[in-house]
Nanobody, 117 residues
Framework: QVQLVESGGGLAQAGGSLRLSCAASGRTNSVYGLGWFRQAPGKEREFVAAITRGGGRTNYADSVKGRFTISRDNAKNTVYLQMNSLKPEDTAVYYC??????????WGQGTQVTVSL
């Protein structure tokens, strides 16, 4: 199994920045991809960004392209989400997830991000 623990959420003003971290433990050698998802109140969970093991391939939701950057440090088994130019609509609980060669199958507990005007 893989355990994921997110940190770094909090309150930011519109236009500000936050950096989320997700530390993985357990069977980390089985992890190929890591991703960030978010869920706003009353909405379904949505994809935000993803990165492959070597970090050579990244993917972003259109809504965050150019503002968010995903990266990973394999030595620390940690993935990051740098969020810049935050907007109120970025307010959500952000979840880290991992996968092998299949779908995402391990999830963190989530961290709240709130963006105020």
């Amino acid at each position: 199994q893989v355990q994921l623990v997110e940190s770094g959420g909090g309150l930011a003003q519109a236009g500000g920045s936050l950096r989320l971290s997700c530390a993985a433990s357990g069977r980390t050698n089985s992890v190929y991809g890591l991703g960030w998802f978010r869920q706003a109140p009353g909405k379904e969970r949505e994809f935000v960004a993803a990165i492959t093991r070597g970090g050579g391939r990244t993917n972003y939701a259109d809504s965050v392209k150019g503002r968010f950057t995903i990266s990973r440090d394999n030595a620390k088994n940690t993935v990051y989400l740098q969020m810049n130019s935050l907007k109120p609509e970025d307010t959500a609980v952000y979840y880290c997830a991992s996968r092998g060669m299949g779908p995402y199958d391990y999830w963190g507990q989530g961290t709240q991000v709130t963006v105020s005007l």
